[in-house]
């Protein structure tokens, strides 16, 4: 039986309004989907710098969070190895250490 490594996942799901002169309403004119729980304040900003020459709004945010999973397997042959700061430290202490030991006083 193949192990899994799971995570849940938090997204929000920003919906850009902007007025119709012509209706006189706002409108909904696209949605914007952003990593992590994100409050009105943020999401004004995020759609401001998507929408540079219109005037938008938040008109809602959508929080979700999905769970994912992978087997082991697929997620090492997939995944970026990361060094521990704390071991390249003392990796590199080693290096030091040993030079110094080598080269004459």
Same mark, same amino acid.
């Given at each position: 039986m193949a192990k899994h490594i799971t995570r849940t996942i938090a997204s929000t799901k920003i919906v850009v309004g902007e007025f119709n %002169?012509? !209706?006189?309403?706002?409108? !909904?004119? $696209? =949605?914007? =989907?952003?990593? $992590? /729980? @994100?409050?009105?304040e /943020?999401? =004004?900003?995020? @759609?401001? %710098? !998507?929408?540079?020459?219109?005037?938008?709004?938040?008109?809602?945010? @959508?929080?979700?969070?999905? /769970?994912? %999973? @992978?087997?082991?397997? =697929?997620?090492i042959a997939n995944a970026e190895k990361v060094e521990d700061e704390v071991e390249q430290v003392e990796q590199v202490e080693q290096v030091e250490a040993d030079l110094s030991e080598e080269l004459p006083a």
């Open positions: %002169k012509e !209706a006189q309403e706002l409108v !909904a004119i $696209g =949605t914007l =989907t952003e990593e $992590g /729980k @994100i409050e009105e /943020k999401a =004004t900003k995020i @759609i401001r %710098k !998507a929408f540079p020459t219109q005037q938008v709004v938040v008109l809602d945010l @959508i929080q979700d969070e999905a /769970k994912y %999973k @992978i087997d082991i397997e =697929t997620f």
